[in-house]
Each structure stands twice: as structure tokens, then as C-alpha cells.
């Protein structure tokens, strides 16, 4: 479970990568050149290192629309996002068709989810049945917000899961909104993690925007989940630092004051922070990191851009389609 040294940076630069990216596609929006973008920007750190405590590639994956960051470091690349955002051709979750950040990933076995959230839930649990039923060497990572563990589907996955002692990881990001609804309106108990004791599995909670404390939180359920002692609850704490998307305006039910105060603990200034305590990350590499990300921003907007629209025929697919077409 201990990280290597290159791997801790890497994971920074996985952090960083998603929110150069992440920041490009707000400027987009506001420029009229995509039509939504839902961010994942405060939430770098619970996504990475969820993602590095995995078999990525082998253990199983039902992502939330926020998990950007969690993408990449599964093999999404920026050229993909910027598709996705454009809605143009070659998109590979959906050749366009699905809503950007409706994720999915055959090659990182990333499961799409719908828009109802919290469906993704009880998608996580059957594929944790359907291991245990093979006896697989493998866990499923499910991720949802905390206002959507107010949803029944949830209770569902959670309830079966721990039943069945299915290797399922429940990860609750909680940013403390749900759109404009507050956690304390959402639930009655201070954490969503508390929610673990009436359906008898663990229930942790961990902050979120260190991404280290995250990854090790993760590790320990996932292994866990591999040694056959069922499933975990974690609740990553952290703070939605954009509106909920690029058609809110969270001037409405928040103060500018209290985003301020958040940005203190920035899950990028918190890891930078640690690696650099750590003598392990300095102005140069950040310097570098940073020039490395534009390039990369900047050519996945270039593609995008020059990439050509899907064609009109292919609406119908697979709607109608009588054969079965693997992207
Ligand atoms: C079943 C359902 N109800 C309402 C919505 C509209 N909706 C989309 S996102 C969202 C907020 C969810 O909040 P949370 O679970 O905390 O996730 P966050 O967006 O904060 O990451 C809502 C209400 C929806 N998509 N599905
Ligand atoms: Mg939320």
C-alpha cells in the first residue's frame, strides 16, 4: 500500500491535468463554443485516489458525472473529453450521443450511467454479485454525491451489497450541496458514512481534498473487499468550488465569502503542500507539470474543434441498429 515516490507525483499530475482541463471547459462554455459542462473542480483529490488504490483496467468502475479526474486516470484523455464536449464525432462513450460526462470506458470497464442519479448504484452491486458468483479477484468503486444517497436506488445497492458481502466500494463525494440544497437539508446524521450502521457495513469518513488520506482509505476497503469481507461506505469530505453546472448560479443560495474560505483547502494546495513538505515537488516541476497540461489542454480544444460532427444517419444507431456494433 506504500506509494512510491514518482507514483505521489504522478498523482498530483493526474490532479492537476483534470483541472487545466476542467478550467478550459468553463471558458468554453462562456464563450458560446460548448453548450454544458459539469465540473468535478474541489474534488481532484477523493477521485485520484480512489482511482490508484484500483486494478485499473480489471476491477469495475460505475462512475458519477463529476468524476473527471477519476476518468483519466483510467485511460480518458482530453482529446476524449473535448469530443464529448462538442459533441463531436469519434466520441468513444457514446459517439456523441449521451450528455458530456455521462462516462463510460469498455477498455477500463467504466460503466455509462444515466442521468436519474444514483442508478449507478445498483449497477455496482449486481457486477459485485456477479464476481463473488464467478469468484473473481476483482472489486467494483461506485461513486455518487451526497445528495443522491438520499435516493432509493441507493439504499438498495448499499442494503444488497452488505447483505451479500458483494466487493462493492460505495464512495459518497460529499461537496456539501446538492445543486442549491444544503447537506443539512439533504440528511439528519453529520455524515453520510453514518448512514453505514443501519445496513451493517463499514462507514468511513476521510478528507477528501488530501488526496493521499484518500487513497489509503480506499486501499484498506478495497482490500477488504478482495479478503471476502464485503462491502465499505466511505464519504470523501469536500467543497463543490464551481456552481453545479455551466446553467447554475450559485450567487442564489451560497455567500462568495464561504466559497473563499474553501479554496483554502483546495485539494491542489493541499497535495502540493504535502509533496513539497515531502521534498518531493518544487516550483520547477509544478513549472513543468503546468506547460505539460496547457499543451495537452490545448491540443485536445484543436482536435475537438477540427474533429467533423457525427452524421445525421447514424442518429439512429443504436436505436434501431439490427446488428450490435462495438466501438
Ligand atoms: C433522480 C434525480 N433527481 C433529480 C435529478 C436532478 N439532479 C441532477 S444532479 C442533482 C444534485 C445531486 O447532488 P449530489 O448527489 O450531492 O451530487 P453533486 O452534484 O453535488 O456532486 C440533482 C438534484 C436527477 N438527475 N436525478
Ligand atoms: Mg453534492
Same mark, same amino acid.
Given at each position: 500500500m506504500?506509494l512510491?515516490n514518482?507514483?505521489?507525483? /504522478?498523482?498530483?499530475?493526474?490532479? &492537476?491535468?483534470?483541472?487545466?482541463?476542467d478550467?478550459?471547459?468553463?471558458?468554453?462554455h462562456?464563450?458560446?463554443?460548448?453548450a454544458?459542462?459539469?465540473?468535478?473542480?474541489?474534488?481532484?483529490a477523493?477521485?485520484?485516489?480512489?482511482?490508484?488504490a484500483?486494478?485499473r483496467?480489471?476491477?469495475?468502475? =460505475?462512475?458519477?458525472?463529476r468524476?473527471?479526474?477519476?476518468?483519466?486516470?483510467?485511460?480518458?484523455t482530453?482529446?476524449d473529453f473535448?469530443?464529448?464536449?462538442?459533441?463531436?464525432?469519434? /466520441?468513444? !462513450?457514446?459517439?456523441a450521443?449521451?450528455m458530456?460526462?455521462?462516462?463510460?470506458?469498455?477498455k477500463?470497464?467504466?460503466?455509462?450511467?444515466?442521468?436519474?442519479?444514483?442508478?449507478?448504484?445498483?449497477?455496482?452491486?449486481g457486477?459485485? &454479485?456477479?464476481?463473488?458468483?464467478?469468484k473473481?479477484?476483482? +472489486?467494483?468503486?461506485?461513486t455518487?454525491?451526497?445528495?443522491?444517497?438520499s435516493?432509493g436506488?441507493?439504499?438498495?445497492? +448499499?442494503?444488497?451489497?452488505?447483505?451479500?458481502?458483494l466487493?462493492?466500494?460505495?464512495?459518497? /463525494?460529499?461537496?456539501?450541496?446538492?445543486?442549491?440544497?444544503?447537506?443539512?437539508?439533504?440528511?439528519?446524521?453529520?455524515?453520510?458514512?453514518?448512514?453505514?450502521?443501519?445496513?451493517?457495513?463499514?462507514?468511513?469518513?476521510?478528507?477528501?481534498?488530501?488526496?493521499?488520506?484518500?487513497?489509503r !482509505?480506499v486501499?484498506?476497503?478495497?482490500?477488504d473487499?478482495?479478503?471476502g469481507?464485503?462491502? =465499505?461506505?466511505?464519504e470523501?469530505r469536500?467543497?463543490? &468550488?464551481?456552481?453545479?453546472?455551466?446553467?447554475?448560479?450559485?450567487r =442564489?443560495?451560497?455567500?462568495?465569502? /464561504?466559497v473563499?474560505?474553501?479554496k483554502?483547502?483546495?485539494?491542489?494546495?493541499?497535495?502540493?503542500?504535502?509533496?513539497?513538505?515531502?521534498?518531493?515537488?518544487n516550483?520547477?516541476k509544478?513549472?513543468?507539470?503546468?506547460?505539460?497540461?496547457?499543451?495537452? +489542454?490545448d491540443?485536445?480544444?484543436?482536435?475537438?474543434?477540427?474533429?467533423?460532427?457525427?452524421?445525421?444517419?447514424?442518429?439512429?444507431?443504436?436505436?434501431?441498429?439490427?446488428?450490435v456494433r462495438?466501438?
Open positions: 506504500k512510491s514518482d507514483i505521489q507525483v /504522478e498523482m498530483y499530475w493526474m490532479m &492537476l491535468l483534470s483541472r487545466r482541463l478550467e478550459r471547459a468553463w471558458v468554453l462562456r464563450q458560446g463554443k460548448i454544458f459542462h459539469i465540473s468535478g473542480i474541489g474534488q481532484e477523493a477521485q485520484v485516489g480512489a482511482a490508484f484500483l486494478r483496467g480489471e476491477d469495475w468502475v =460505475t462512475p458519477y458525472y468524476d473527471l479526474a477519476l476518468m483519466l486516470c483510467l485511460g480518458y482530453p482529446r473535448l469530443l464529448a464536449l462538442s459533441g463531436k464525432q469519434g /466520441e468513444p !462513450t457514446s459517439g450521443r449521451q458530456p460526462s455521462h462516462w463510460s470506458m469498455r477500463a470497464n467504466a460503466v455509462s450511467h444515466s442521468a436519474p442519479v444514483a442508478t449507478q448504484c445498483p449497477h455496482a452491486a457486477i459485485g &454479485l456477479a464476481i463473488k458468483m464467478r473473481e479477484d476483482k +472489486v467494483v468503486l461506485t455518487l454525491g451526497e445528495g443522491s444517497t435516493q436506488e441507493w439504499y438498495e445497492a +448499499v442494503n444488497w451489497a452488505a447483505i451479500h458481502h466487493p462493492v466500494i460505495f464512495m459518497v /463525494e460529499n461537496n456539501e450541496y446538492a445543486i442549491s440544497v444544503p447537506a443539512d437539508k439533504q440528511m439528519a446524521v453529520a455524515s453520510s458514512a453514518d448512514k453505514a450502521c443501519g445496513m451493517g457495513l463499514r462507514g468511513i469518513s476521510v478528507d477528501g481534498t488530501d488526496v493521499f488520506s484518500v487513497y !482509505t486501499a484498506e476497503a478495497v482490500a473487499a478482495r479478503a469481507k464485503g462491502p =465499505t461506505l466511505i470523501a469536500m467543497y463543490r &468550488l464551481t456552481p453545479h453546472s455551466s446553467d447554475d448560479d450559485d =442564489t443560495y451560497r455567500s462568495r465569502e /464561504e473563499e474560505e474553501a483554502k483547502k483546495d485539494p491542489l494546495t493541499v497535495g502540493r503542500r504535502i509533496l513539497e513538505e515531502a521534498g518531493l515537488l516550483q520547477a509544478i513549472d513543468e507539470m503546468e506547460m505539460r497540461a496547457k499543451e495537452m +489542454v491540443d485536445a480544444v484543436k482536435f475537438a474543434e477540427q474533429a467533423p460532427y457525427p452524421d445525421v444517419a447514424d442518429a439512429m444507431f443504436p436505436v434501431y441498429a439490427e446488428e462495438r466501438g
